[in-house]
């Protein structure tokens, strides 16, 4: 696999993720919920999170630290590393576990989300925390991509 | 690249035609004050083509991205200011339809924001050389959408007068 193509699969899984945590945190919403959507997307969600992680680890594995780290670092934005990537590398962890768990909520608790207010709203709170930090490892990784000069 | 371009200019295209016509048909049937579950279908297939529209633009804008950095080297167009203001203005737009599902943001300056936020996106994408600051980009846009908010009264009153005085 050629990291060109990895580092486009981790973008584009990513924006997937990010646009499927966005559809369940609306329709979470909804007065009447769309159960089958809910199920369907919460999955996509956790499984673009889970292969967006795999294959940003192949290119950060193989190639990020040898050759495009030491470019950031030597150029005119390091922060764009020490502060950016230092924190995506670690934050972007909790995305494919709040997702799973929001998957996991909708799957074997789907039938108490209709009626149970409060866990209707802690579910929809779990997917817009997913939806943020995803967006803010969205910013950082277009930060970290234009320090490379 | 021509693909990136197409793809980018359908979902704009898409996602500011449907805003467009979300208002005006929320307007439409808004004019005896409910929204019947006809107008209800409408409205709903608009905000879903919205939504795609809105999909295809950012997944497209992000290869661009990727253009700029693997292909191209230009990677200090991912520090244009231009960039970041036309990035924030994107944003913007799913998190005002957030809060507008959420009745936390008032109808009237969802819309504006809504409409203002697409067609800032057209101008931003279609005119290259904007010599203007990202603090000065959103200040303008945050201008652009208090006229939208008061075009879109004007329009709605005058609308509203005219449909009540029909037979």
Not at chain 1, 83 to 104: R, V
Not at chain 2, 25 to 37: C, E, K, N, T, Y
Not at chain 2, 72 to 101: C, D, R
Request: net charge positive; glycine share 8%.
């Amino acid at each position: 696999m050629s990291f060109g193509f990895a580092i486009a699969a981790h973008v584009i899984l990513g924006l997937c993720g990010l646009a499927s945590s966005y559809a369940v945190v609306l329709n979470l919403r909804k007065r009447e919920l769309p159960r089958g959507f809910l199920k369907t997307f919460s999955l996509i969600a956790f499984l673009s999170y889970a292969a967006s992680w795999a294959t940003a680890a192949y290119y950060y594995v193989l190639l990020y630290g040898k050759a495009v780290k030491p470019v950031i670092l030597a150029g005119k934005y390091p922060w764009a590393h020490t502060i950016f990537m230092e924190s995506k590398e670690h934050i972007f962890l909790l995305i494919p576990f709040l997702s799973l768990l929001t998957a996991a909520i909708i799957w074997f608790l789907g039938n108490r989300l209709q009626s149970d207010e409060s866990l209707r709203s802690a579910t929809a709170a779990l997917a817009l925390v997913t939806f943020l930090i995803g967006v803010f490892v969205t910013i950082a990784g277009v930060l970290i991509s234009g320090a490379v000069r | 690249m021509p693909l990136l371009v197409i793809g980018h200019i359908i979902g704009t295209v898409l996602g500011a035609g449907a805003a467009t016509f979300a208002e005006i048909l929320h307007m439409r049937a808004m004019r005896d004050g409910v929204i019947d579950p006809e107008e209800s279908a409408t409205l709903k297939v608009t905000y879903r083509i919205l939504r795609i529209g809105l999909f295809i633009a950012i997944i497209t804008g992000f290869g661009f991205l990727l253009y700029f950095r693997f292909v191209s080297g230009h990677t200090e167009i991912l520090y244009s200011e231009k960039l970041w203001a036309k990035m924030t203005i994107v944003l913007l737009i799913p998190l005002n339809a957030f809060l507008l599902q959420m009745r936390r943001i008032p109808f009237w300056l969802g819309s504006s924001i809504s409409l203002t936020a697409w067609y800032a996106a057209i101008i931003l994408g279609v005119y290259r050389g904007v010599p203007l600051s990202y603090l000065e980009i959103l200040g303008i846009f945050a201008a652009a959408v208090l006229v939208m908010a008061a075009v879109l009264v004007l329009i709605r009153k005058s609308y509203y007068k005219i449909a009540s005085i029909k037979p």
